[in-house]
């Protein structure tokens, strides 16, 4: 644990952990603390570096999102895996609390066309094409928490999709009318990719906290976390 900061997986070439809810990956103007400058003095640290540690952003996740995040430790790691990320070669799969009683998986189609003034995105056929599988796990009190496997990597694209199939998201004020203090139901639970240098998949596991939205599904996560066993895994 690094200041609230889990680590899932480290090895010479890729770093893996858990970004916590509403920290931002990269500085930002909030000036707050940021999950790459936490990491880079965390292997300055540990391993003795002089100066300002490498450390490879491959991918993000949107501030109030939290969950699984792999890291490159070198440079060669870097142009792998932000290739991979680029092709969609790695698999990522989110969980995610909807509006709505959803009984059977949806796979959503929508071209996503992003707002670079306000940074909001909406459906638009000027954008591009987004893709995703939303299979239900269970439902309760009229919410259900959904399994998310993304096939295209698009700003917001989530949010903006559910949203747009009439099942916004817990918490998601800026697409599904969130109420004040609610915590955004998304996390990123399994990114599964190959080792940069070993050629060999990699699977990076983390569960959710049970707060907000996520307490209502305690049981369907406590069996999510006995079948993945919380953690990294080779496949």
């Not at 900061?5 to 920290?23: A, F, Q, R, S, T």
């Not at 959710?208 to 406590?222: C, V």
Request: aromatic share 6%; with cysteine.
């Amino acid at each position: 644990m690094l200041a609230g900061v889990h680590i899932l997986y480290e090895d010479n070439h890729l770093l893996g952990v858990v970004k916590p809810v509403n920290m931002p990956v990269q500085r930002d103007r909030s000036g707050d603390d940021d999950l790459l400058s936490l990491l880079k003095r965390y292997i300055a640290e540990k391993y003795h570096k002089p100066g300002d540690a490498y450390l490879g952003l491959v991918h993000r996740l949107d501030r109030p999102v939290g969950g699984t995040m792999v890291f490159a430790r070198t440079s060669k790691a870097a142009s792998r895996l932000s290739e991979a990320f680029r092709t969609h070669a790695v698999q990522k799969t989110y969980l995610c609390v909807a509006r709505g009683e959803i009984a059977a998986p949806m796979e959503l189609t929508d071209y996503l066309l992003k707002d670079e003034r306000t940074g909001m995105v909406r459906v638009s056929p000027e954008g591009k094409l987004a893709r995703l599988l939303s299979e239900p796990i269970a439902q309760r009190r009229g919410f259900t928490l959904l399994r998310v496997r993304l096939f295209t990597g698009r700003p917001h694209q989530i949010r903006v999709q559910h949203a747009h199939a009439g099942h916004p998201l817990w918490g998601d004020a800026r697409y599904g009318g969130g109420k004040p203090g609610e915590q955004l139901a998304l996390w990123s639970h399994r990114l599964v990719c190959q080792h940069p240098t070993r050629h060999e998949p990699l699977a990076f596991v983390s569960l959710p906290p049970l707060t907000g939205a996520w307490r209502m599904f305690e049981s369907e996560l406590g069996r999510l976390a006995l079948d993945s066993n919380d953690g990294s895994e080779r496949i």
